[in-house]
């Protein structure tokens, strides 16, 4: 066993090596570790009990704590507020399905070369920036309101339905646009490679670019994702009983706010283990691109 110490780039903790072998971990008990670790931790606590007491001390306090934070009401709601998210997950998991779908076909219309697709990459360029524009509750409003008042025989009138068509000409427009930012960042040579090796450009697209593109854009496609599963409470504007029109329900009917904080502590256990999930993403994928890098 070496011991390797004493450079310009050394912390003040030795490295140890093996012969012919990677070094051995540092290890995570250095005295400038748990230094830094314990004054973060007092400042947290700190801060949050400043913030705590500040609050507690508030001339209002008590009000706010019984209008949302009433242990009953929130014993009462939260059953039922979990219950109505189903509606929220089926929403989510069907809109997903064909935005995905139907992203990607708009980022491989706007990716095609040539004057001759031009008006397929301009119907693609309108589609994403006029659904980029408008904000997604008009969308849902004008759907959800609109199309069953024109009275047409055989149209639904089902708002689900309304509200999953919504959801996915909004989001489709920006994860095209995800898309195609992963198609663009794939170097022209490949597809020149690919080519020259008798491909066609359908094959190219199918077996070269998108499994790389898709690959590339993961990361940012989840956090889409993340925001889809938050925007799925704008469809209680046309009628659809999900978390939060349950929550309002509740809210109208008993004259107190806690639902929406039970409402609230539910997005947050669904949400939070999938962005830090997402962030364990983008840091493997940087870890694995400069490792491929040296």
Same mark, same amino acid.
């Given at each position: 066993?070496?011991?390797?110490?004493?450079?310009?780039? @050394?912390?003040?903790?030795?490295?140890?090596?093996?012969?012919?072998?990677?070094?051995?971990?540092?290890?995570? +008990?250095?005295?400038?570790?748990?230094?830094?670790?314990?004054? *973060?931790?007092?400042?947290?606590?700190?801060?949050?009990?400043?913030?705590?007491?500040?609050?507690?001390?508030?001339?209002?306090?008590? =009000?706010?704590?019984?209008?949302?934070? @009433?242990?009953?009401? %929130? @014993?009462?709601?939260?059953?039922?507020?979990?219950?109505? %998210?189903?509606?929220?997950?089926?929403?989510?998991?069907?809109? =997903?399905?064909? &935005?995905?779908?139907?992203?990607?076909?708009?980022?491989?219309?706007?990716?095609?070369?040539?004057?001759?697709? %031009?008006?397929?990459?301009?119907?693609?360029?309108?589609?994403?920036?006029?659904?980029?524009?408008?904000?997604?509750?008009?969308?849902?409003?004008?759907?959800? %309101?609109?199309?069953?008042?024109?009275?047409? *025989?055989?149209?639904?009138? @089902?708002?689900? &339905?309304?509200?999953?068509?919504?959801?996915?000409?909004?989001?489709?427009?920006?994860?095209?646009?995800?898309?195609?930012?992963?198609?663009?960042?794939?170097?022209?040579?490949? =597809?020149?490679?690919?080519?020259?090796?008798?491909?066609?450009?359908?094959?190219?697209?199918?077996?070269?670019?998108?499994?790389?593109?898709?690959?590339?854009?993961?990361?940012?496609?989840?956090? $889409?994702?993340?925001?889809? #599963?938050? $925007?799925?409470?704008?469809?209680?504007?046309?009628?659809?009983?999900?978390? +939060?029109? =349950?929550?309002?329900?509740? #809210?109208?009917?008993?004259?107190?706010?806690?639902?929406?904080?039970?409402?609230?502590?539910?997005?947050?256990?669904?949400?939070?283990?999938?962005?830090?999930?997402? $962030?364990?993403?983008? *840091?493997? $994928?940087?870890?694995?691109?400069?490792?491929?890098?040296?």
């Amino acid at each position: 066993m070496s011991v390797l110490g004493g450079g310009p780039l @050394d912390r003040g903790a030795s490295i140890g090596s093996r012969a012919g072998g990677p070094p051995a971990a540092r290890s995570r +008990f250095e005295p400038a570790a748990v230094k830094s670790t314990s004054i *973060a931790l007092v400042s947290s606590v700190v801060f949050f009990g400043l913030l705590a007491i500040v609050v507690a001390n508030a001339p209002g306090w008590a =009000e706010v704590r019984s209008q949302f934070f @009433d242990a009953h009401w %929130f @014993d009462y709601s939260l059953p039922k507020i979990v219950n109505a %998210f189903g509606v929220n997950v089926q929403l989510f998991c069907l809109a =997903e399905v064909l &935005i995905l779908a139907l992203a990607l076909l708009l980022a491989v219309l706007r990716s095609l070369p040539g004057p001759v697709f %031009f008006p397929l990459r301009l119907i693609a360029t309108l589609y994403a920036d006029t659904f980029r524009a408008i904000p997604g509750l008009l969308i849902v409003t004008l759907l959800g %309101f609109g199309v069953p008042g024109l009275g047409i *025989a055989g149209v639904p009138t @089902d708002p689900f &339905i309304y509200a999953v068509v919504a959801l996915t000409l909004v989001y489709s427009a920006y994860v095209s646009e995800v898309y195609r930012a992963g198609i663009e960042s794939i170097h022209p040579s490949q =597809e020149a490679a690919a080519r020259s090796l008798g491909l066609t450009r359908v094959q190219t697209l199918r077996y070269v670019i998108l499994p790389q593109a898709v690959r590339r854009v993961m990361p940012p496609l989840l956090n $889409d994702f993340i925001g889809l #599963q938050k $925007d799925t409470i704008l469809v209680s504007y046309i009628g659809v009983v999900e978390a +939060f029109r =349950e929550s309002s329900i509740i #809210q109208a009917a008993k004259f107190n706010s806690t639902p929406f904080v039970a409402l609230a502590l539910v997005f947050l256990v669904i949400t939070i283990p999938l962005a830090r999930f997402t $962030d364990w993403l983008v *840091a493997h $994928d940087r870890r694995r691109f400069l490792a491929g890098a040296r």
